[in-house]
Protein backbone atom coordinates (compact mmCIF):
# COMPACT_ATOMS: atom_id res chain seq x y z
CA UNK A 1 0.00 0.00 0.00
CA UNK A 2 3.02 2.31 0.77
CA UNK A 3 5.87 2.62 -1.57
CA UNK A 4 9.31 4.04 -0.78
CA UNK A 5 12.14 5.11 -3.18
CA UNK A 6 15.26 6.91 -2.29
CA UNK A 7 18.22 8.66 -4.26
CA UNK A 8 20.77 10.41 -3.50
CA UNK A 9 23.49 7.80 -2.63
CA UNK A 10 27.18 7.71 -3.91
CA UNK A 11 30.64 8.07 -2.90
CA UNK A 12 31.67 11.42 -1.25
CA UNK A 13 35.09 12.13 0.28
CA UNK A 14 35.33 13.11 3.98
CA UNK A 15 34.20 16.66 5.10
CA UNK A 16 32.02 16.48 1.74
CA UNK A 17 28.08 16.42 1.70
CA UNK A 18 25.12 14.13 0.45
CA UNK A 19 21.83 14.53 0.49
CA UNK A 20 19.49 12.05 0.44
CA UNK A 21 15.76 12.08 -0.66
CA UNK A 22 12.92 9.53 -0.38
CA UNK A 23 9.50 9.65 -2.38
CA UNK A 24 6.62 7.79 -0.30
CA UNK A 25 3.65 6.80 -3.34
CA UNK A 26 0.60 4.53 -2.99
CA UNK A 27 -2.84 4.64 -0.76
CA UNK A 28 -1.62 6.50 2.22
CA UNK A 29 -4.15 7.70 4.36
CA UNK A 30 -1.73 9.69 6.90
CA UNK A 31 2.19 9.35 7.46
CA UNK A 32 2.71 9.93 11.71
CA UNK A 33 6.85 9.91 11.48
CA UNK A 34 9.22 9.56 8.26
CA UNK A 35 12.96 8.96 9.03
CA UNK A 36 16.36 7.39 8.12
CA UNK A 37 18.14 4.24 9.21
CA UNK A 38 21.39 2.72 8.43
CA UNK A 39 23.42 -0.14 8.71
CA UNK A 40 26.86 -0.48 8.15
CA UNK A 41 28.19 -4.31 7.39
CA UNK A 42 28.47 -6.25 9.99
CA UNK A 43 27.01 -3.73 12.26
CA UNK A 44 22.63 -3.93 13.11
CA UNK A 45 20.60 -1.11 11.37
CA UNK A 46 20.51 1.96 14.12
CA UNK A 47 18.53 5.31 13.94
CA UNK A 48 19.92 8.29 12.11
CA UNK A 49 16.81 10.86 12.36
CA UNK A 50 12.92 11.39 12.16
CA UNK A 51 10.79 13.46 11.64
CA UNK A 52 6.78 12.99 12.86
CA UNK A 53 3.59 14.62 10.97
CA UNK A 54 3.99 18.13 13.37
CA UNK A 55 7.34 18.33 12.24
CA UNK A 56 9.24 17.13 15.44
CA UNK A 57 12.92 15.99 14.73
CA UNK A 58 15.18 13.37 16.14
CA UNK A 59 18.71 12.31 16.12
CA UNK A 60 21.26 10.25 16.88
CA UNK A 61 24.25 11.55 18.90
CA UNK A 62 26.86 10.41 16.30
CA UNK A 63 25.26 12.59 13.20
CA UNK A 64 23.31 15.90 15.70
CA UNK A 65 25.12 19.23 14.06
CA UNK A 66 25.98 17.39 10.85
CA UNK A 67 22.64 16.14 9.49
CA UNK A 68 19.36 17.49 8.71
CA UNK A 69 15.83 16.08 8.00
CA UNK A 70 13.02 17.67 6.31
CA UNK A 71 10.50 16.96 4.72
CA UNK A 72 8.19 17.79 1.86
CA UNK A 73 4.36 17.32 2.47
CA UNK A 74 3.52 18.45 -0.98
CA UNK A 75 6.07 16.30 -2.36
CA UNK A 76 5.11 13.11 -0.16
CA UNK A 77 8.93 13.48 0.37
CA UNK A 78 11.72 12.91 3.28
CA UNK A 79 15.25 14.49 2.52
CA UNK A 80 18.47 14.12 5.00
CA UNK A 81 21.44 16.61 4.33
CA UNK A 82 23.95 15.15 5.23
CA UNK A 83 27.20 17.23 5.89
CA UNK A 84 30.85 17.23 7.39
CA UNK A 85 30.93 13.25 6.15
CA UNK A 86 32.99 10.95 8.24
CA UNK A 87 34.58 7.73 7.29
CA UNK A 88 31.80 5.87 9.71
CA UNK A 89 28.84 7.34 7.92
CA UNK A 90 29.34 4.41 5.04
CA UNK A 91 26.38 2.32 5.24
CA UNK A 92 23.71 1.72 3.60
CA UNK A 93 20.95 4.25 3.97
CA UNK A 94 17.07 3.34 4.11
CA UNK A 95 14.33 5.76 4.24
CA UNK A 96 11.30 4.48 6.55
CA UNK A 97 7.89 5.28 7.84
CA UNK A 98 4.65 4.37 10.13
CA UNK A 99 1.70 5.17 8.29
CA UNK A 100 -1.59 4.27 8.06
CA UNK A 101 -2.63 3.19 4.07
CA UNK A 102 -6.29 3.57 2.89
CA UNK A 103 -8.62 0.33 4.15
CA UNK A 104 -5.51 -0.48 6.13
CA UNK A 105 -4.21 -0.06 9.59
CA UNK A 106 -1.28 1.79 11.19
CA UNK A 107 2.18 0.03 9.68
CA UNK A 108 5.72 0.19 9.06
CA UNK A 109 7.11 0.56 5.58
CA UNK A 110 11.05 0.10 4.19
CA UNK A 111 13.06 1.32 1.22
CA UNK A 112 15.33 -0.62 -0.60
CA UNK A 113 18.15 1.36 0.46
CA UNK A 114 20.82 3.63 -1.01
CA UNK A 115 24.31 3.28 -0.63
CA UNK A 116 26.71 5.74 1.08
CA UNK A 117 30.28 5.83 0.69
CA UNK A 118 33.08 8.26 2.66
CA UNK A 119 36.12 7.46 1.43
CA UNK A 120 39.50 8.98 -0.01
Known amino acids: QVQLVESGGGLVQPGGSLRLSCTAS????????MGWYRQAPGKQRELVAT???????NYADSVKGRFTISRDDAKNTVSLQMNSLKPEDTAVYYCHTDARAVLRGRGNYWGRGTQVTVSS
Open 51 to 57: ITSGGTT
Open 26 to 33: GSIFSIYV
